[in-house]
């Protein structure tokens, strides 16, 4: 059954519910008015391991990229453990093309306050850490104001959830981050709160055992956290009606998921729809069709690292699936940006790769001097002074780094590997025209 | 035991060690920068990855992990299959060592780390031999980051090292990394200067020629060196040190690692304080006092005049003292009390004192907070003489008594008439008091630099430093180590060794005529063990580890 009406954005008018222009930020009182915090409430009254496993039976997945399932995720916290546990929630959405998590931070900021409580209440964590973008100052100042205002509503702190309805209390701070894409990496995340430079950790261990300060903690998506009070409230059987299941027998995307839609649309915008919706549809009936009456030619799946949909995969579906099916890396953001006919692919994959070399930690070698190297050549490329054997190098440079094939700690590389390999792939024609060809010298001996 | 199989061959462990640990445990070699046994794991190379099987729990069978995996930060599991000479892994060896070359230098013919660099070695080893590297390299400043330390960028791979020594060793935390990506550097907390009493070790750890130490920089081609293994003559640590010279100059020192002692690093002090051995002021002639003056000699009629001395002093029945220096080894101290006692014969002992022991301040442990007990910890010791304890224990093992301390025993010199002194400290050591106790008495001074009683010694003999004679010092911890001799005594110096050993010579001479043995540590202890019973100069004493005295790499070739 697709979805009848908004679900995360039921307070923000989007298209086709509602109109953008009447969007403004909903505080407290509205949003209690509107039925906020009351999935709080109920969450309270159930056991913390009833919540968990409707989360659990929700099959929820991780808005943030990976689409890891957020039930399962909190199960791995260590079990009968007393200490200290963090929540941290990754609010630094910085990937380019990405902005679904900042309209909720934008107009619906207890959207997400409340998410936190019912996660924080469901896996007995006390400290909650919102780690927000640098450059999200005017979110920042929002979110601010709304954990205040939970605070003075007893949400947060005082004696408990709910003013003491439950004796279990829960304490949320916000972090500005400094500007950095690879915070938005869990366990960048982690060293930056920390006040360290956000170099990714090494795992094992996983942070669900030594975390935050060293303390188990769960790391979730702005988005996954916000989809949590909507199935306290309507129900697991609700929610695995929104979305689609697997059609090639892996786990299902269920439930709805904002999809920020940028580049050359008639209507660039986020928009909320069901999970495994066609890019086509996507485009074609939220975001007006394409800009100028153009033909499509190619889609990045959801934010630059996820790699690009071809020309011939316009009909891709909007799920969980995508990378398996499409040859791209993954669903990431379900944030796709769509190019017209007159994108110059070469220049897309220079642009990407240059975002990538300013954005490596530079702790792994393949990464640090690899993403430098990719855009070095991609630039030469550009400005058609390669080789065609310089193609084969660069394909050979994007296949040797990234956390899949193990040689670098983090997925930095894996986006850079990915989006780079993909567009040679499916745009190589392209990549050919602009290469002079590679000569090989060839001697005759004489005798 | 758990059992592990790397590149072919079988291994055994125990406990959950790092794959590359049990593979260096066990004589092979996997390539590593970042990984450093003192310091935390970090796995940021990437060079040392592997390829890994792991049995499957439950049919037991072996199955590739798909991804490879660093050897330096993953445990061993037992029944696994390691290799990393499979078609990835060298792929893999091949594309980091191509990653790290494109922006560095290739200035090896005027980098001091030729010869040593791991980037030299691994390129050599497991590199492609040549770069597809086409494009401009980024450059990189070179900084001068503090007193003793240069960091040339420009050549650094960015392992982080040098940053977690200074984090986790010293505590101080001078060094990080700044900016992004493959601009990326090593550079100083803002404020600050790599100014702490271990900085020297940052050049020993690097692996490539990015941090190099000011004070050996463009003096020596390191394949000219020969590195003696040897014992700390300046403080009371014992640390193992290499002293590595050429044609009888010593070029720099560095540490040796030794776990049960300075582990892998020496403190700036005893790295930089060698420097008074080639002092233009050593001591290197014999000098008696002839009329009120001095005047050159040699050693043989030197010794005549301290013979005749003394068998005049002991006619006269006088009293004969001797201070033994803590800087000498033990089994000078040893041959120095022994000659004396010879020498004043049966009926008049000697008054045998230890030399002053300077003590600057007290031990600082490192890292700050940390026990000295504890498996990282590096102690810089306040006492700044290599062997107070080991001259006390054979002093003691040969009177039968303690030794007199330095200020009882100048207490106890009053009415002594003929007095013998080592010296053999780095700086000045003479202390008014003793100037003053000395006065109107006959001196006899061993000594290496000149002082206040280098002119008023009636016979001065130039001695030699512990570089340049063998012999066991005894540390803090009591612990009993033996080092050899890395260069020749200055021309016209003897070692404190040799000189008794001659007079010992000389003495048994007068009755059976052998000449003057040269004067060999190892001979003098096994001589203690038996005259003395001091038996923990055979079974104790421990001796360098085999292989760490490497001789120059420089063959000469006639043409």
């Not at chain 1, 004696?159 to 915070?183: E, M, P, S, T």
């Not at chain 2, 005893?270 to 009329?291: A, M, N």
């Not at chain 2, 014969?345 to 007990?373: H, L």
């Amino acid at each position: 059954m697709p979805m009848t009406g908004p679900v995360l954005t039921r307070r923000i008018p989007t298209f086709p519910y509602g109109n953008p222009r009447d969007r403004r930020t909903v505080w407290y009182d509205d949003y209690v008015k509107s039925g906020g915090y009351e999935a709080l409430r109920r969450s309270i009254a159930l056991e913390p391991a009833a919540v968990v496993d409707m989360v659990k039976d929700s099959s929820l997945r991780g808005r943030g990229g990976a689409g890891f399932p957020c039930g399962l995720k909190w199960t791995f916290l260590p079990k009968n453990y007393e200490g200290q546990r963090y929540l941290a929630v990754n609010a630094d959405e910085s990937e380019p093309g990405t902005f679904k998590d900042r309209l909720i931070l934008d107009y619906d900021p207890h959207m997400l306050l409340e998410g936190i409580a019912i996660s924080c209440f469901a896996c007995r964590i006390q400290t909650a850490y919102i780690y927000i973008r640098g450059e999200y100052h005017h979110q920042a100042r929002i979110l601010e104001r709304a954990i205040a205002e939970a605070y003075g509503q007893g949400i947060f702190g005082g004696r408990g959830i709910l003013n003491g309805a439950c004796d279990f209390k829960v304490d949320c701070y916000l972090h500005r981050g400094a500007g950095a894409y690879i915070c938005g990496e869990e366990t960048g995340l982690l060293e930056s709160l920390e006040g360290k430079r956000g170099w990714p950790r090494i795992k094992p261990p996983f942070p669900a055992v030594k975390g935050l300060f060293g303390k188990p903690t769960i790391i979730n998506n702005v988005e996954t956290l916000c989809c949590v009070p909507f199935i306290i409230e309507h129900g697991v059987e609700w929610f695995k009606s929104l979305g689609c299941a697997s059609k090639i027998g892996g786990p299902p995307s269920f439930g709805t998921k904002l999809m920020g839609v940028s580049g050359h649309v008639q209507r660039p915008g986020v928009y909320e729809c069901d999970l495994g919706i066609p890019l086509r549809r996507l485009v074609e009936e939220y975001c007006g069709g394409m800009r100028g009456g153009k033909r499509y030619k190619a889609a990045i799946a959801g934010g630059v690292s996820m790699g690009v949909l071809g020309t011939d995969q316009f009909d891709a579906e909007m799920d969980f699936d995508i990378g398996r099916k499409y040859e791209v890396l993954g669903l990431g953001t379900a944030c796709p940006t769509i190019f017209d006919e007159d994108t110059d692919m070469v220049m897309v994959a220079r642009n990407i790769a240059r975002f990538f070399k300013n954005e490596s930690c530079g702790q792994c070698t393949p990464c640090r001097e690899g993403s430098g190297w990719m855009y070095k050549l991609l630039c030469r490329m550009e400005r058609g002074e390669a080789k065609l054997k310089d193609i084969d190098l660069l394909l050979e440079l994007a296949g040797s780094m990234g956390a899949m094939p193990g040689t670098t700690i983090c997925g930095l590389a894996d986006g850079n590997n990915w989006a780079v390999r993909t567009i040679v792939n499916k745009f190589r024609s392209e990549f050919e025209a602009r290469c002079s060809p590679s000569f090989v010298p060839v001697t005759v001996g004489v005798a | 035991m758990a059992r592990i199989t790397i590149n072919g061959k079988p291994c055994e462990f125990t406990g959950a060690p790092s794959i590359l640990e049990v593979a260096l445990a066990n004589g092979l070699e996997i390539p590593h920068y970042c990984w450093h046994e003192g310091l935390s794991v970090v796995a940021s190379c990437r060079i040392c990855l592997a390829e890994v099987w792991a049995p499957n729990p439950r049919s037991g069978e072996l199955e590739p992990i798909p991804r490879l995996l660093p050897t330096c930060q993953t445990p061993c599991g037992d029944g696994q299959v390691v290799r990393t000479d499979s078609p990835k892994a060298i792929a893999n060896q091949k594309a980091v060592m191509e990653y790290l070359l494109i922006n560095h230098p290739l200035d090896c013919p005027i980098c001091d780390q030729a010869g040593e660099c791991y980037l030299q070695d691994y390129s050599y080893e497991y590199g492609r031999g040549e770069s597809r590297f086409e494009e401009a390299k980024i450059k990189q400043p070179k900084k001068d980051v503090g007193p003793h330390i240069y960091l040339y960028s420009d050549r650094c791979i960015m392992c982080s090292r040098c940053v977690r020594f200074t984090r986790e060793v010293t505590g101080t935390a001078e060094l990080c990394v700044v900016g992004r990506g493959s601009s990326e550097q090593i550079d100083l907390f803002p404020g600050k200067a790599l100014d702490n009493e271990l900085s020297g070790n940052v050049a020993d750890i690097c692996p490539v020629g990015a941090l190099l130490d000011k004070d050996f920089l463009f003096t020596q081609r390191v394949w000219l060196l020969t590195k003696t293994p040897s014992i700390d003559g300046l403080t009371a640590s014992g640390d193992n040190i290499s002293i590595e010279h050429n044609q009888g100059r010593i070029y720099r020192v560095k540490p040796r690692r030794n776990l049960s002692v300075n582990k892998w690093w020496i403190s700036d002090e005893v790295r930089y304080g060698w420097k008074f051995i080639h002092s233009d002021q050593r001591l290197t002639e014999p000098r008696r006092l002839q009329y009120g003056e001095q005047v050159g000699t040699n050693f043989s009629a030197a010794y005549d005049e301290i013979d005749e001395r003394l068998a005049a002093a002991r006619e006269a029945g006088a009293k004969v003292a001797a201070l033994v220096s803590p800087m000498l080894s033990c089994e000078e101290a040893y041959l120095m009390a022994r000659w004396v006692r010879a020498a004043c014969g049966e009926q008049s002992r000697p008054i045998i004192g230890v030399g002053p022991v300077p003590v600057n301040g007290e031990d600082r442990t490192f890292p700050p907070g940390a026990s000295p007990a504890d498996r990282n910890a590096f102690t810089i010791r306040a006492e700044k003489a290599p062997n107070a304890r080991g001259v006390r224990r054979v002093l003691k093992g040969l009177n039968g008594t303690e030794a007199f301390e330095f200020a009882k025993w100048l207490e106890a010199i009053k009415d002594a008439e003929v007095v013998l002194l080592t010296g053999n400290y780095p700086s000045e050591w003479v202390t008014k008091d003793l100037a003053k106790a000395l006065s109107r008495k006959c001196i006899f001074l061993i000594d290496t630099l000149p002082n206040d009683l280098t002119g008023k010694a009636n016979v001065l003999l130039p001695g030699a430093t512990w570089a340049e004679k063998s012999g066991t010092f005894e540390n803090a911890n009591g612990l009993l180590q033996a080092f050899e001799q890395a260069i020749p005594p200055v021309e016209g110096s003897r070692s404190e060794g040799q000189i008794f050993a001659d007079l010992l010579a000389r003495r048994a001479a007068s009755t059976n005529g052998h000449g003057a043995p040269r004067y060999n540590a190892a001979a003098v202890r096994e001589e203690m063990a038996a005259s003395l019973g001091l038996m923990e100069f055979i079974r104790d004493v421990q001796a360098p580890a085999a292989g760490s005295f490497i001789e120059s790499d420089m063959e000469l070739v006639e043409l």
